[in-house]
T-cell receptor, first 115, second 112 residues
Framework: DAGITQSPRHKVTETGTPVTLRCHQT?????MYWYRQDPGHGLRLIHY???????DKGEVSDGYSVSRSKTEDFLLTLESATSSQTSVYFC??????????????FGPGTRLTVL | AQKVTQAQTEISVVEKEDVTLDCVYE???????LFWYKQPPSGELVFLIR??????QNEISGRYSWNFQKSTSSFNFTITASQVVDSAVYFC?????????FGTGTRLQVFP
């Protein structure tokens, strides 16, 4: 158990509304990630963070923003949700140490439906 | 370009059969890491194995084994004597800088 929680776990919202998903970790890992999972696409990286206030874009970042003001929290915001953002969102952490890259551990996921 | 290909979209087997899930990767890096994850019907993602490019030894863990071959850029996963509990989607992934690139996954259904 990597101590990762996501909230909410399920959300239904309407097109055009803002949505924020939260990822919380308890073990002070430096790297945190947001992915979306869609049928036929596997997991695709949205944004990631390599420290407080340090973030970078992933493969599918359009329409999403992130913030990390504390080590333990990584927020994903959809400024104006669209139906194409209906997906399952996973947060992950990587216990990277020095030059060694360790595996990523995932949170339980958030199922978001945009009507 | 970095890429992971899992050409098998779905595989169905009967319990106790052996099954191999294929993973082919592309990378220009000389040092790299490969991973396998399992996603059971409950939806969570479970880490199975990490392999670095320096280590081409095959790995065995119980009924699971992994065959890493740099010559063919493949990192295949075999389940011996499959069980119904092995039913899941399996993802192969490649490390690229600080990120993971995932394949599209293979759905394995094991029937009793």
């Amino acid at each position: 158990d990597a101590g990762i929680t996501q909230s909410p776990r399920h959300k239904v919202t309407e097109t055009g509304t803002p949505v924020t998903l939260r990822c919380h970790q308890t073990e002070n890992h430096r790297y945190m990630y947001w992915y979306r999972q869609d049928p036929g696409h596997g997991l695709r990286l949205i944004h990631y963070s390599y420290g407080v206030k340090d973030t970078d874009k992933g493969e599918v970042s359009d329409g999403y923003s992130v913030s990390r003001s504390k080590t333990e929290d990584f927020l994903l915001t959809l400024e104006s949700a669209t139906s194409s953002q209906t997906s399952v969102y996973f947060c992950a952490i990587s216990a990277q140490t020095g030059s060694s890259y360790n595996e990523q551990f995932f949170g339980p996921g958030t199922r978001l439906t945009v009507l | 370009a970095q890429k992971v290909t899992q050409a098998q979209t779905e595989i169905s087997v009967v319990e106790k059969e052996d099954v191999t899930l294929d993973c082919v990767y592309e990378t220009r890096d000389t040092t790299y890491y490969l991973f396998w994850y399992k996603q059971p019907p409950s939806g969570e993602l479970v880490f199975l194995i990490r392999r670095n490019s320096f280590d081409e030894q095959n790995e065995i863990s119980g009924r699971y084994s992994w065959n890493f071959q740099k010559s063919t850029s493949s990192f295949n996963f075999t389940i011996t004597a499959s069980q119904v509990v092995d039913s899941a989607v399996y993802f192969c992934a490649l490390r690229y800088t600080d990120k993971l690139i995932f394949g599209t996954g293979t759905r394995l259904q094991v029937f009793p």
